[in-house]
């Protein structure tokens, strides 16, 4: 049996920043990722636009993640590769196979949940038609494009509006295949503006909003596709269905956090976000059990994901050392317009807490509004808010006044 | 001309006018986006991110060191597409590139060792 004070499971963005913010904060880290190496999806990720609010710079994924990395290097910080965490015992036991070790069981004074997060599939969202190959993730799609070099098809439609659909439309058309379309079942994209105009409108990719599949043709191949309008009980009209040939289909339709390990544990799960339920400091209903990045809600940004990780990092280390109090705790819900809000519990106390929240639709000139029992929070106008983009606010925890409420106000 | 601020996630919706000689930028929040918005008015430009191949097999991820004009955005990919380099390329690596009066640096973003 190994020991440690703070275990860190899955080693992406999240995982490194808070194992960084563990081990400074005095704790004895190991990393257990399952791949042959660190930095999770940002290794594929080859475009530009990350690190603007964390590093004040522009760069790619690969680049971002090396920067942490050698950071994680630089420190005396166990890693362990090809180590894939199996379960969790009651008294934080960490149970990992990997082949150079075998069969590893760490004993954790508190252990880090960083596993992100996994894409939906034809199958979970009821794809009607046959099965043919060509149908890929996004997120396959751009593995095997930028890891592996190999372009999955030359005429391509993509189902979904999400960010890794718009940037793998822009990656496919620049290594020379031909996107046709970009349906998407909402009236608005589920990805980021910017993404809209770089990704699509760059290179006249139609998208055609309010739109969905209604059957898949080809075998053993896919050949093309049928798709309608929808009503506004998104059901297709299948009277104005069209046809499109293609030979591949990508589908990014969504993320699920990677929460098998701690499914059925008994700790308290949000039915919005489907992670954890957390605090402040990111700890779960489970003690000294800690959630951060994509496995605890779908970030649109890896700042935000870093940011997090390094307070469910340090709150860990400060856990393990019997250091982190909780005392009373108030809930956060979230209403009128707002899906989520995250952390859904803070404790009584000083200094600021970051709420972050997405709402359900796109809202223009609205206010957001954080009421604690007879006091205002927080009332901020936002000039526009999208589902697509996560929002934060700041609130003063000495202001806290009892159960909290984020709603918004038109 | 409207448009939408790609430089970072806020995505300002921007309306660019050219008053006299002047340009201006409206909506947008910072200073990036009036460059921006100058830019997109005058003369677009992108930073291109796409693969190299690697002696023996394999890819590794690269980039345009600065943005290039937009309408020569295939071009320079189909240039990166004709290299090789080798194996033991890093993170950060330059290789120059000049094709029909366009200079710019190819720096090396991600190779399918790092990290390991
Ligand atoms: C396909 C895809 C593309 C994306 N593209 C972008 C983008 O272009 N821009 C952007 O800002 N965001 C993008 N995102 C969101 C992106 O995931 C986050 O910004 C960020 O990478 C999340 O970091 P993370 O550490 O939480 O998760 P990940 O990066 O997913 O890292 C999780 C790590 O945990 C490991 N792991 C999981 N389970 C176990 C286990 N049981 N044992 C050991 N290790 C485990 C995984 O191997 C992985 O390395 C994308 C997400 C996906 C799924
Ligand atoms: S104007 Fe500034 S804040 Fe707005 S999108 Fe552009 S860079 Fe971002």
């Known amino acids: 049996m190994r020991e440690y004070d703070v275990v860190v499971i899955g080693g992406g963005p999240a995982g490194m920043a808070a194992a960084i913010a563990a081990c400074d904060g005095g704790a004895k880290t190991l990393i257990l990722e ?109 593995k095997l494009c930028n890891i592996d070099g190999y372009l999955v098809g030359k005429e391509v439609v993509i189902l979904g509006s999400g960010d890794i659909g718009l940037i793998m439309a822009r990656r496919m058309t620049t290594e020379g295949a031909k996107v046709k379309l970009v349906l998407e079942l909402m009236p608005y994209s589920s990805g980021l503006k910017r993404n809209i105009v770089q990704c699509l409108d760059d290179y006249g990719i139609p998208i055609k909003y309010s739109h969905t599949i209604t059957r898949v043709v080809g075998s053993p191949r896919i050949e093309g596709l049928y798709y309608a309008p929808v009503g506004t009980d998104r059901k297709p009209i299948l009277d104005n269905e069209q046809f499109v040939s293609c030979d591949a289909l990508l589908l990014s339709v969504g993320l699920i956090p990677e929460n098998d390990l701690i499914n059925g544990s008994g700790v308290e799960m949000s039915p919005v ?90 809202y223009k000139g609205v206010r957001l509004v954080v009421e604690s029992g007879s006091k205002t929070l927080s009332n901020r106008k936002f000039q526009m808010l999208a589902p697509g983009e996560m929002g934060s606010v700041d609130i003063e925890r000495s ?8 709603r918004l106000e038109k | 001309m409207n448009t939408i601020c ?68 295939s071009d320079v990919v189909a240039y990166i597409g004709t290299l090789t380099i080798g194996r033991d390329a890093k993170i950060g690596d330059r290789l120059h590139a000049s094709l029909d009066g366009l200079e710019t640096d190819i720096v090396i973003t991600g190779t399918p060792t790092s990290g390991c």
């Open chain 1, 273 to 362: 976000t489907n992670g954890a339920a957390v605090d402040e400091n990111r700890m779960t209903t489970l003690d000294g059990v800690f959630s951060c990045g994509n496995v605890l809600h779908v970030h649109d940004l890896v700042d935000n994901v870093s940011q997090e990780a390094l307070i469910a990092g340090s709150a860990a280390a400060r856990y393990a050392k019997g250091e982190l109090k909780s005392g009373e705790c108030v809930n956060v819900a979230a209403k009128d317009g707002v899906r989520y809000a995250l952390p859904q519990r803070i404790n009584r106390g000083e200094g600021k807490v970051r709420l972050f929240f997405r709402v359900d639709n796109v």
């Open chain 1, 34 to 142: 399952r791949d042959v190496r660190l930095g999770g999806i940002l290794n594929q990720c080859i475009h530009q636009g990350f690190g603007l609010h964390y590093f004040k710079e522009e760069m790619t994924g690969p680049e971002y993640a090396d920067r942490f990395r050698k950071e994680v290097e630089k420190r005396d910080i166990d890693v362990m590769l090809e180590a894939m965490a199996l379960a969790i015992g009651e008294d934080r036991t960490v149970t990992a196979l990997s082949p150079e070790y075998g069969l590893v069981k760490a004993k954790a004074g508190a252990i880090v949940l960083a596993m992100g997060c996994r894409e939906r599939t034809a199958g979970a969202i009821a794809l009607p038609g046959t099965r043919p190959a060509g149908i890929y993730t996004a997120g396959m799609a751009q």
């Open chain 2, 6 to 73: 790609i430089m970072c996630p806020m995505g300002c919706g921007l309306k660019i006018e050219k008053v006299g000689e002047e340009i201006r930028v409206s909506g947008n929040t910072c200073k990036r986006g009036e460059a921006y918005g100058k830019a997109e008015f005058t003369h677009p430009v992108r930073t291109v991110t796409t693969l190299i191949k690697l002696e023996g097999g394999g890819v590794a991820s690269c980039k345009t060191d600065a943005p290039v004009p937009k309408e020569r955005v």
């Open chain 1, 399 to 406: 202001d806290i006044d009892g159960d909290i409420v984020v």
